[in-house]
């Protein structure tokens, strides 16, 4: 089956430090990929996406770049700051074998960035 | 355009009552999902809705567990008898397509089971 898996948190960071959080996958057939982001208190926010190899999905300073032949999509922000802090997922969409196709998330990494 | 509204946002109930959760998605997205996250687990797939039609179930942890979409509009997802492990946060997600479109959730339902 599909699955998503992601570095464990939760990460503490002080402010501006480098940022990456580590996502691997596996699935059937060429999957789209995506990070999610939570801030307290709040939904489920799509932060970028990437649907085929080589993409590099941006969005408000992170990136995350498909790499099919390390089966990775790993995200990164050069600096961080206190506003994103938020428990970040990783997901894919790929075809479930159920007749549909379905968005698989990672277990996610709670951020903490502290002034 | 208007996101996706899921009510009531907090939801707490005896053990062996019923709840009904429901959910409004984006005017014109076909695609309907349903997702829970218990606390401390993933965030899991239960079932996704093409219109009125029910696409693939094979989340639906039991038959206690019953979700419908009227005229392929909005959905409703009902727990009857509720069970203290079904606790978690309800997301629903719409999308206009199937692959490459990420889907917008709306902001959950936390359901808690006493």
């Known amino acids: 089956g599909n699955s998503v898996t992601q570095m464990e948190g939760p990460v503490t960071l002080s402010e501006e430090a480098f940022l990456t959080i580590n996502c691997t996958y596996t699935?059937?057939?060429?999957?789209?990929l995506f990070w999610y982001v939570q801030y307290p208190g709040e939904g489920l926010q799509l932060l970028l996406k990437a649907t085929k190899a080589d993409d590099k999905g941006s969005n408000k300073g992170f990136e995350a770049t498909y790499r099919k032949e390390t089966t990775s999509f790993h995200l990164e922000k050069g600096s961080v700051q206190v506003s994103d802090s938020a428990v970040y997922f990783c997901?894919?969409?790929?075809?479930?074998?159920?007749?549909?196709?379905?968005?698989?998330f990672g277990k996610g990494t709670k951020l903490s960035v502290i002034p | 355009e208007a996101g996706v509204t899921q009510f009531p946002s907090h939801s707490v109930i005896e053990k062996g009552q019923t709840v009904t959760l429901r959910c409004d998605p984006i005017?014109?997205?076909?695609?309907l999902y349903w997702y829970r996250r218990v606390m401390g687990k993933e965030i899991k797939f239960l079932l996704h809705?093409?219109?009125?039609?029910?696409?693939?179930e094979s989340g639906m942890p039991n038959n206690r567990f019953l979700a419908e979409r009227t005229g392929g509009t909005y959905s409703t997802l009902k727990v009857q008898p509720a069970e203290l492990e079904d606790s978690g946060v309800y997301f629903c997600?719409?999308?206009?397509?199937?692959?490459?479109?990420?889907?917008?959730f709306g902001s959950g339902t936390r359901l808690t089971v006493v």
């Open positions: 005017s014109g997205h076909d695609n």
């Open positions: 809705f093409v219109k009125e039609s029910k696409q693939d």
């Open positions: 997600a719409s999308s206009p397509g199937l692959l490459n479109y990420g889907y917008t």
């Open positions: 997901a894919l969409i790929a075809y479930s074998g159920a007749g549909s196709y379905q968005l698989t």
């Open positions: 699935a059937t057939g060429y999957p789209s």
